[in-house]
């Protein structure tokens, strides 16, 4: 996989990413989180990652048999315990990196060509030019995705919200705020890049 493609799908996210604000979130999310499991779900760190994307991602990533592939587990048991890790990962630049990595090898394998036995299923996400690639990243990373089996995600579902503004990059946010496309953001990140 063509490590810019990382880097353009959270491009966006690094630029937006205020330390002090940051702080205020993690705060913020910690002490709720752990203790219910809900709470306000900031995004924090780097890569802007919320808790509740991470956990969605840990149990798509464990169901998806990618674990044993990759050998790497996560406990994804709906308790204080595996709350308080996910989000002190979350904290760390170095799981950020690894939970990209989970993103995107997730990604693949559910829009990918190939079902769980290696038959083929589609024209999947790795057969595109690197281009649509990174739009299609970007848009299931910015949106949160759909994990379903492998080789059977809709890449006309994503594409259908690649073009959408949402994207800001106010501290708070209004009704006037200008709001941008992801997917284009990373895009242009990516052409700079390569």
């Known amino acids: 996989m063509d490590p810019g493609i990382a880097e353009a799908v959270v491009w966006p996210e690094m630029e937006r990413y205020r330390r002090l604000k940051d702080y205020m979130e993690t705060a913020a999310n910690y002490g709720t989180y752990i203790t ?27 169901r998806s048999g990618l674990a044993r592939k990759y050998e790497l587990w996560f406990d994804t048991a709906d308790n204080a315990t ?18 990209l990595g989970v993103f995107l090898r997730l990604l693949y394998h559910s829009y990918g060509s ?6 083929w299923v589609q ?4 057969t595109l030019p690197p281009e ?18 492998a080789g059977y995600g809709d890449l006309d579902r994503l ?10 990059y106010a501290l708070i946010p209004s009704a006037a705020t200008e709001r941008y496309c992801y997917a284009e953001l990373a895009l242009a990140h990516y052409e700079s890049i390569k």
Not at 114 to 119: A, T
Not at 134 to 149: D, E, K, Q, S
Not at 159 to 168: C, G, I, V
Request: proline fraction near 4%.
């Open 82 to 99: 595996a709350r308080r890790i996910r989000i002190t990962r979350l904290m760390k630049e170095e799981w950020q990196v690894i939970y």
């Open 36 to 62: 219910t499991g809900g709470g306000p779900d900031f995004s924090i760190g780097l890569f802007q990652m919320k808790p509740s994307f991470i956990e969605a991602l840990e149990k798509a990533w464990m």
């Open 123 to 126: 024209a999947g996400l790795e």
């Open 132 to 149: 649509e690639q990174v739009r299609l990243a970007a848009t299931a990373y910015n949106r949160g995705c759909v994990w379903p089996a």
């Open 114 to 119: 190939y079902d769980k036995q290696g038959e």
């Open 159 to 168: 594409r259908a919200h690649a073009d959408e503004k949402h994207f800001h």
